[in-house]
T-cell receptor, first 114, second 111 residues
Framework: NAGVMQNPRHLVRRRGQEARLRCSPM?????VYWYRQLPEEGLKFMVY????????ESGMPKERFSAEFPKEGPSILRIQQVVRGDSAAYFC????????????FGPGTRLTVL | GENVEQHPSTLSVQEGDSAVIKCTYS??????FPWYKQELGKGPQLIID?????GEKKDQRIAVTLNKTAKHFSLHITETQPEDSAVYFC??????????FGPGTRLSVLP
């Protein structure tokens, strides 16, 4: 049973470009969470999605950031017009429908903005 | 909203000794408290969790205790080994809501 998968593992973008981060949850999991981690800091919640629905986006910056979890395919976190401050590790977690307190994390995508 | 504090920020112990990491939370509605271990360059890995209806849970060398009245919970690692060296994060959540993480504790187990 594969764990949470994220790609790419490393992403380099120049200022002003777009970054697309993908997350495939564990099999049977329908809840996806995105977190951001700055160097030497803890994880900060960004957004919580279920299939085709955004449940809680209270941690998401109001501009340039968006997320989706379509009926088919992975969840995508999209950052438009990236700035140097967006450089961080972005982690996706998934949880099962029946007991959605437990969150299982992927390996993360490390975004570097030049 | 919820706020989670974690202490100490760094901890060094000799191999074989015990390590204790403490967290406090602010929202009395929180009812789920997981602990994650994060190794360099990897994602956080769930190592143990506790729900608000129990006061203690143990899994081999790892245990977690919860004091709901005082709103704090602790991670205990006994007989530490070098492979226990990592950053440990506590978190708190209200059932079905997002996790609020503590800032982390960097544990070093010295051989």
């Amino acid at each position: 049973n594969a764990g949470v998968m994220q790609n790419p593992r490393h992403l380099v973008r120049r200022r002003g470009q777009e970054a697309r981060l993908r997350c495939s949850p564990m099999k049977g999991h329908s809840h996806v969470y995105w977190y951001r981690q700055l160097p030497e800091e803890g994880l900060k919640f960004m957004v919580y999605l279920q299939k085709e629905n955004i449940i809680d986006e209270s941690g998401m910056p109001k501009e340039r950031f968006s997320a989706e979890f379509p009926k088919e395919g992975p969840s995508i976190l999209r950052i438009q017009q990236v700035v140097r401050g967006d450089s961080a590790a972005y982690f996706c977690a998934s949880s099962p429908q029946a007991s959605y307190n437990e969150q299982f994390f992927g390996p993360g995508t490390r975004l570097t903005v030049l | 909203g919820e706020n989670v504090e974690q202490h100490p920020s760094t901890l060094s112990v000799q191999e074989g000794d015990s390590a204790v990491i403490k967290c406090t939370y602010s929202d009395s509605a929180s009812n789920y408290f997981p602990w994650y271990k994060q190794e360099l360059g990897k994602g956080p890995q769930l190592i143990i969790d506790i729900r608000s209806n129990v006061g203690e849970k143990k899994d081999q060398r790892i245990a977690v205790t919860l004091n709901k009245t005082a709103k704090h919970f602790s991670l205990h690692i006994t007989e530490t080994q070098p492979e226990d060296s990592a950053v440990y994060f506590c978190a708190a959540s209200n059932y079905g809501q997002n996790f609020v993480f503590g800032p982390g504790t960097r544990l070093s187990v010295l051989p």
